[in-house]
């Protein structure tokens, strides 16, 4: 049978570069590779087609030889049309694609398979990411605090040592569905579909006698305890992630992690915006008119403010410092201290006296904003 032109072979022009070359030959040798169709004498005489192209338009000497005389030039023997004197084209994909000389099909290498048990351990179900509600004080966000957190999650079966089989490695073997590559291709008209072997799981192995506490699963109900250090600065609703302490995976697989939900617990006195803390304190009518010192909470204790005479309700004061450290950079937020002048109540006879008394003294001097807003509101009085 005459031998077709190498370019047309390949499906690229005479005059390709070594780079659109190399490209065709991907995508032609991806079609036609005898395990992704296999009992297809057709596609496998096509891949070794195109990699005899392949080697002879890759080579600038070759390349040359065949633009000046054809397939001619490798008729005494000298190229891969002599029968037996060129490359095999399975070596030239593993050098195209990269594959490695381990065991198992060129296809298994490079199409996700591989007999290997690293490749087997991989596919492998990893296991479920858990999520878990903390609640902190918080002083503790403040401060930062370490929790030990008790967690109810699938573990490692100790009786297989997490292998799923009774006997360990031994009672193992290879899928027959999949031949050990973990996927099955099925044909959807046209279209060619990869999916995972129903009968392993995707796995690539089976276990021929199962372990009697996990049933082969290699992993089993249980709970674990782990420490778990909450950053100073932690924000309400923050999320934390601890690396492998979800579930563990099935049959050795890698385990998932465990994201932490931290919630804040409302205060008493405190509230808090970002980094800064705010709270509402009262303040005595007589502390408000005549001034003084004025004693606020803190989280870590008291400070004092400084009151000036006739000072009004809804005053803030800024106490820097003396709120929360920021997650990201650690400076510390401020406190702001917004005074309410509380009004007595439950007067006895005495102190009403006394009140009448200094009220009888009282000008509109006293009451700036009082008498501010009378002298507005006046015209309203009069009609």
């Given at each position: 049978?005459e031998?077709?032109?190498y ?6 022009s ?14 032609l040798?991806?079609?036609?590779h005898p395990?992704?169709?296999?009992d297809?004498k057709?596609a496998?005489?096509k ?10 338009l890759?080579?600038?000497?070759k390349?040359a030889?065949y ?6 030039a ?9 029968g037996?004197?060129?490359v095999?084209?399975?070596?030239i994909?593993?050098?195209v ?10 296809f298994e290498?490079f ?6 048990r690293?490749a087997r ?5 990893r296991g479920?990411d858990l999520?878990y509600?903390l609640?902190?004080?918080?002083e ?6 370490e929790k ?12 297989c040592?997490?292998?799923g ?6 009672d ?9 590559v ?8 046209f ?5 995972p072997?129903?009968?392993?799981g995707g796995?690539g ?30 924000i309400?609703a923050?999320r934390?992630r601890s690396v ?8 050795g697989?890698?385990p ?11 205060h ?10 705010y ?10 008119a005549l001034g ?5 909470p ?14 009004q309700?809804n ?11 920021d997650?990201q950079?650690?400076r510390?937020?401020d406190?702001l ?6 009004v ?9 006296r ?7 003294t009282?000008t509109?001097?006293?009451?700036p904003v009082g008498?501010?807003?009378?002298e507005k509101?006046?015209?309203f009085f009069?009609?």
């Amino acid at each position: 049978m005459e031998k077709r032109c190498y370019y047309e072979v390949l499906e690229v022009s005479r005059d390709a570069s070594g780079t659109e070359i190399k490209k065709s030959y991907r995508r032609l040798a991806m079609q036609y590779h005898p395990d992704k169709n296999p009992d297809d004498k057709e596609a496998e005489d096509k891949f070794k087609e195109i990699g005899e192209a392949y080697e002879i338009l890759t080579d600038e000497q070759k390349r040359a030889a065949y633009d000046r005389y054809g397939h001619r030039a490798f008729s005494q023997g000298t190229g891969p049309s002599a029968g037996g004197g060129g490359v095999d084209p399975f070596d030239i994909f593993r050098e195209v694609f990269g594959g490695g000389g381990g065991g198992g099909s060129i296809f298994e290498e490079f199409f996700g398979g591989g007999g290997g048990r690293a490749a087997r351990s991989e596919r492998r179900k990893r296991g479920s990411d858990l999520r878990y509600d903390l609640q902190i004080t918080l002083e503790e966000a403040a401060e930062g605090v370490e929790k030990e957190l008790k967690i109810e999650r699938l573990v490692s079966c100790e009786t297989c040592t997490g292998t799923g089989s009774q006997g360990g490695r031994g009672d193992v073997r290879s899928c027959s569905t999949c031949g050990g590559v973990g996927q099955v291709i099925t044909s959807r008209g046209f279209f060619q579909v990869q999916q995972p072997c129903p009968a392993c799981g995707g796995v690539g192995e089976l276990i021929t006698n199962p372990c009697r506490d996990c049933s082969g699963e290699g992993r089993v109900k249980g709970s674990s305890r782990i420490k778990l250090k909450i950053p100073a600065g932690m924000i309400d609703a923050g999320r934390l992630r601890s690396v492998g302490h979800g579930d563990a995976g099935q049959q050795g697989g890698t385990p998932g992690d465990l994201y932490v939900v931290v919630h804040l617990k409302e205060h008493e006195v405190f509230e808090r915006d970002g980094s800064d803390l705010y709270c509402e304190v009262p303040l005595p009518f007589t502390l408000a008119a005549l001034g003084g010192e004025l004693v606020v909470p803190t989280l870590k204790g008291q400070a004092s403010v400084k009151i000036a005479p006739g000072t009004q309700t809804n005053t803030s004061f800024r106490l820097r410092e003396k709120g929360i450290p920021d997650l990201q950079t650690g400076r510390k937020g401020d406190l702001l201290v917004n005074v309410q002048v509380e009004v007595p109540v439950k007067l006895t006879k005495d102190q009403e006296r006394l009140l009448h008394e200094f009220a009888g003294t009282v000008t509109d001097r006293n009451h700036p904003v009082g008498g501010s807003f009378f002298e507005k509101a006046k015209r309203f009085f009069t009609g």
